[in-house]
């Protein structure tokens, strides 16, 4: 695949549709539910604080999967969910998590897309970059300690380092990776760092990673034994399903 073809889908958005769908594989459950699941079952589910019944969260998912697919602004978002929590007479939700929510799924699903991209082309391309929206100074454009510490890092794209930061790793994080071959390597001159340089030399992230929790660290863990996971979340969505017959009646 020529490089200029690669980069220009890297840096365009993603089609909203292409994304929608990605988010739209996560299922929709209540909290309770959600809390008893396995880290790795987490990031293929989905979930909204103070939103308890299984009918609700369903709601909340599919209207969060049409605003992605058709590139709603979040303040018209914010207010369909408003609407939602008012409709259900529950108390009114914590806007601003509800932002970085919104904001998290919908560059997850981004990513998500995009690192299937980079799969395909994995031979050409061995190599990830971590790019920030800053220039690697802390409070640029915004950008946390822990994220400015990765900007310009580079790291090859199957290194562990990228079941921890593969952006977005917290919540409202806007960093973004582009791919390089083993040529761009050499020509920037940039070492190829590790997760375990990551953990030994940069201290403000290596801190971080002990906040990091399994909600946080939403990217699918590709060793995870798959029967498992399936049989768990199927569990999880027969509950669900079942809940949402219940609440109807
Ligand atoms: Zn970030």
Known sequence: MPISLLQRRDFSPMPFHEAAERFGKRIALPSDVFDRLSKEAKKRAFRIAGLHKANQVQRARNLVKRAIREGTDFSRVQQQLRQLFDHEKLSPPNLTRLRLMFRHVELRAYADERNEVYREVADTFPYKQYLTVGN??????????????????????????????????????????????????????????????????????????????????????????????????????????????????
Not at 220 to 235: I, M, N, R, V, Y
Request: hydrophobic letters at 40%; one cysteine or more; proline letters at 4%.
């Open 136 to 249: 690697g100074t802390p409070g640029i454009n915004g950008v946390r300690a822990t994220h400015a510490a990765l900007h310009g890092l580079v790291f090859r794209a199957d290194d562990p380092f990228w079941r921890l930061h593969d952006p977005p790793w917290e919540w409202g994080c806007r960093c973004f990776t582009v791919v390089l071959t083993p040529g761009q390597v050499d020509a920037r001159g940039v070492e190829v760092r590790d997760l375990n340089y990551v953990r030994t030399e940069l201290a403000v992230v290596g801190q971080a990673h002990r906040g990091i929790t399994a909600e946080r660290s939403l990217v699918a863990d590709e060793g995870a034994d798959l029967t498992k996971l399936d049989a768990e979340l199927q569990l999880a969505l027969q509950e669900a399903t079942q809940r949402r017959s219940d609440e109807a009646t």
